[in-house]
């Protein structure tokens, strides 16, 4: 009976232990994700602005300029791409990874344009598609911190990028 008992309690000890090793990790998780939400949040602040682009253009501004602002975008996608990549990594939901992808392709699409003799041109050429890119980041950027970022947004953004062309 002692032995019975000491089984018992070594084996509760035992739960207990990992019941609260459990806790800690999903604890350590869920900061983690939390803290890759807010940066891609910046990131998706940072690229909510990509109508200044048409306005940079309307204006004529110079090539310097416009490099320094694809630069920005290049700079904000990467982070973007990064960040939803880890979020997926550690939730493994699909939404994640077209962001993911998507912004994968908004960085090679702004690392090709500030590359370029002018980068004015590529941004010129794909104005009509990085114009619908800003309306559908801009929303997502709304709807990011409450959660409500759908599979569909996720999935627009991906197939409005893999319209740009370079």
């Known amino acids: 009976m002692n032995r019975l008992i000491a089984i018992i309690v070594a084996l509760l000890v035992l739960s207990a232990s990992l019941g609260y090793a459990y806790h ?8 983690a994700r939390a803290g890759l939400m807010a940066v891609s949040n910046t990131a998706l602040f940072c690229l909510s602005d990509l109508g200044a682009l048409e306005t940079m253009l309307e204006n004529n501004a110079s090539e310097e300029l416009v490099r320094e602002r694809v630069g920005r975008y290049a700079f904000c996608s990467l982070m973007l791409s990064e960040a939803s990549s880890s979020l997926y990594e550690a939730t493994g939901e699909e939404i994640y990874w077209n962001v993911h992808v998507a912004a994968s392709n908004l960085a090679d699409f702004f ?7 002018d980068p004015r041109k590529p941004v ?29 947004m996720a999935s627009q953004l991906l197939n409005l990028t893999e319209g740009l062309s370079w």
């Open 124 to 152: 010129a050429e794909n104005l009509d598609v990085l114009l619908q890119i800003d309306r559908e980041v801009s929303g997502m950027y709304r709807e990011w911190t409450r959660g409500n970022v759908t599979k569909s």
């Open 111 to 117: 690392n090709h344009a500030k590359n370029s003799e």
């Open 24 to 31: 800690e990790k999903s604890a350590k998780v869920d900061d």
